[in-house]
């Protein structure tokens, strides 16, 4: 039996007035009893059930919730295979499908979301007028703030694309300011035991991605000379793979083999063949070892990226990077050649769901 019950039996009671204790005694069970159900500590015996719901004039299904649990079930498969399809590099057929998954659950702000990124990964220009219209609906009506902060992430994303930059600066300063003494930091303090470790595990882990994009940017526009470059993209390797061993998640080598073949091309400009070498051959065993897993998802439709190409990470390491000039330093190397071949004779198509 599902928390919706709590819920329900809750709102009954108060529509009709009712105190705890009144109501216990219409059903002859304790007060206590009747507290447990309305938080959810406990549930009503099933024989009871079909009383609870002739007294209230509601059917057994509602007081369970039988109908919104299955919506909620069918809106989460709707959700995976849209995750499934942007995980192929299928971005048209991820709004094809966001489309017809609206058409059957209209007000849904999270499928809205998903459309939203399908259209954005898709073609945004040419959808520009619906990701708006999108974004600035679930912002402003949606509750739910882990998707209304993702939907304007992503807004932000395209209105600087589109080179909207006030659009763009507004909403940021929308945003929650990331600031001391605030719930972020303080909570450490209030917290023991296992309810401790996992509030610091998933903190750690949000504060790693924040600060490695953080120094990704500084990279990016910096003035750097290519020994700092290197030495910076090691440093968020590192810091990944810290965070990787503390919350006990497996190496993402996507993530790895990128980071890699830019490091190669880095040691390409800085002239350190055999550093080179050492990491586009750790690329290369990322890129294998994720040959497969590329066209996997997990239940819920998470671990996944939305691929403006179908191509597997194979086939992008060896067309988009090694065909680079700058691996001119090293293409007439045996290593190269073989991580080369390697790459390329693994590269095929993403499975579709």
């Known amino acids: 039996m599902s928390t919706y019950f709590s819920t329900k039996i809750k709102a009954l009671r ?5 105190t705890q204790e009144q109501m216990a005694d219409i059903f002859h069970v304790s007060p206590q009893t009747v507290s447990r159900w309305e938080t959810g500590a406990n549930y009503p015996d099933i024989e009871i059930l079909p009383h609870i719901a002739v007294f209230f004039n509601v059917t057994v299904d509602e007081l369970l919730g039988t109908q919104q649990i299955a919506a909620e079930e069918n809106a989460k498969a709707h959700r995976r295979d849209i995750r499934n399809l942007l995980n ?3 971005a048209q057929g991820a709004v094809a499908a966001a489309r017809n998954a609206m058409k059957e659950y209209p007000q849904n702000f999270d499928l809205q979301s998903h459309l939203m990124h399908a259209l954005c990964t898709a073609n945004a220009e040419q959808d520009k007028d619906e990701i708006i219209q999108i974004g600035e609906k679930v ?3 949606c509750k739910d703030q882990t998707i209304t902060l993702w939907t304007t992430w992503l807004l932000i994303r395209q209105y600087v694309k589109w080179d909207m930059k006030e659009q763009a600066k507004k909403l940021v300063y929308s945003l929650p300011a990331e600031a001391y003494y605030t719930q972020e930091l303080t909570l450490k303090y209030v917290l023991e035991g296992e ?7 998933m903190r750690i882990e949000r504060f790693s991605i ?3 994009d953080f120094i990704g940017e500084y990279m990016q526009k910096a003035t750097l000379d290519i020994a700092q470059k290197i030495e910076w993209s090691k440093a968020i390797m590192q810091i990944e793979h810290l965070t990787n061993q503390i919350c006990g998640e497996e190496v993402n080598h996507i993530t790895s083999a990128f980071h890699h073949v830019c490091i190669a091309e880095m040691y390409c400009e800085a002239g350190d063949a055999e550093q080179t070498m050492q990491h586009v051959e750790l690329a290369t065993q990322d890129a294998m070892h994720h040959t497969h897993q590329m066209d996997q998802t997990t239940e819920e439709g998470n671990n996944y990226y939305p691929w403006p190409t179908s191509r597997n990470l194979c086939w992008i390491l060896w067309e988009d990077h090694l065909m680079k000039s700058a691996f001119d330093f090293v293409r007439s190397d045996e290593r190269f050649g073989r991580c080369f071949d390697k790459l390329k004779e693994n590269a095929r198509q993403l499975q579709q769901p």
């Open 14 to 18: 108060r529509s009709h007035e009712l």
């Open 88 to 90: 192929a590099g299928n």
């Open 139 to 141: 912002i402003e009506y």
């Open 195 to 201: 309810e401790w470790l996992q509030n610091q595990v």
């Open 210 to 212: 924040m600060f490695c």
